[in-house]
């Protein structure tokens, strides 16, 4: 209870890259004689076909002596990984969407999807991103590297998981995500 709930890099864009390819493909299914059009969206398109292991971050972590107290990396979204973590390690937590880490180019594709980018960041998946927790002692040593944001913290389990809204609202997380054990 306490400790500090971050995620590395930005989220949401791979979920958004591959809405991009889905369209393309129907088009051309449609229409082979089209060419695609992929809109200058290589940002949320390299997101999805070129993800990299986050080893940046583990050899910072290393580097600053800190031990993270639980990680995951964000295969199958946020919400889906962040409900692992707190149902395994027997606690709760409350994440702050004004604190998703969200890329401007991903934002962008998402309004031309016209969907919420906050909803791509907690249920998108394949984005590969380190979710790990850390004891409040750390958190200076964080504030060195742009590429990890403290997005919440644990509570106890019968608080259960929430997300606060931007307008001030709390809400239960829910895992949107894949889930590759669920029949």
Known sequence: ????????????????????????????????????????????????????????????????????????DISDGLSSELLHICEKSGVGCVIYEEKLPINEDSRKAAYKFEIDPTACALSGGEDYELLFTIKQGDYEKLTLNEQISVIGYVTEAEQGAKIKTKGGNTHSITAQGWNAFKK
């Open 1 to 72: 209870k306490g400790d500090l709930i971050c995620v590395s890099g930005d989220l949401g864009g791979a979920y958004i890259g591959l809405l991009f390819l889905e369209r393309e493909k129907k088009i051309f299914l449609e229409s082979p004689q089209i060419q695609p059009d992929l809109e200058n969206e290589s940002y949320v398109i390299g997101r999805l076909l070129k993800p990299k292991a986050r080893k940046d971050i583990y050899d910072f972590l290393g580097e600053k002596k800190i031990i993270p107290t639980s990680m995951m």
